[in-house]
């Protein structure tokens, strides 16, 4: 069982910031593609930002270009999302996940909740 342990949700005003956390088992992280997916109540679960393993090519959903970053350190396994200007419309809960760029890989965590309100 691979576990992903999430961190970094809370309650936010819009047009505020925050840094979501993941981190996995070291083994699996450096050789795995790892992304930020969420889910919205009533809504399907979507990707919100995916990176690849060794050189870290991006890919993000448009609407959050330009205001999201996902990185990651093979040495620290951990990744994260940097969220700034966020909109009430950024309101999810949000879930790291390995092993997937294309689609979503196999892995998952709990999810961490993102609220954006005033």
């Known amino acids: 069982q691979v576990q992903l342990v999430e961190s970094g949700g809370g309650l936010v005003q819009p047009g505020g910031s925050l840094r979501l956390s993941c981190v996995a088992p070291?083994?699996?992280?450096?050789?795995?593609?790892m992304g930020w997916y969420r889910q919205a109540p009533g809504k399907q679960r979507e990707m919100v930002a995916v990176?690849?393993?060794?050189?870290?090519?991006?890919n993000y959903t448009e609407s959050v270009r330009g205001r999201f970053t996902i990185d990651r350190d093979d040495a620290k396994s951990t990744m994260w999302l940097q969220m700034n200007r966020l909109k009430p419309e950024d309101t999810a809960v949000y879930f790291c996940?390995?092993?997937?760029?294309?689609?979503?890989?196999?892995?998952w965590g709990q999810g961490t909740q993102v609220t954006v309100s005033s």
């Open positions: 070291g083994n699996f992280f450096r050789i795995s593609a």
């Open positions: 990176i690849t393993a060794g050189i870290g090519i991006t």
């Open positions: 996940n390995l092993g997937g760029y294309r689609n979503p890989g196999p892995y």
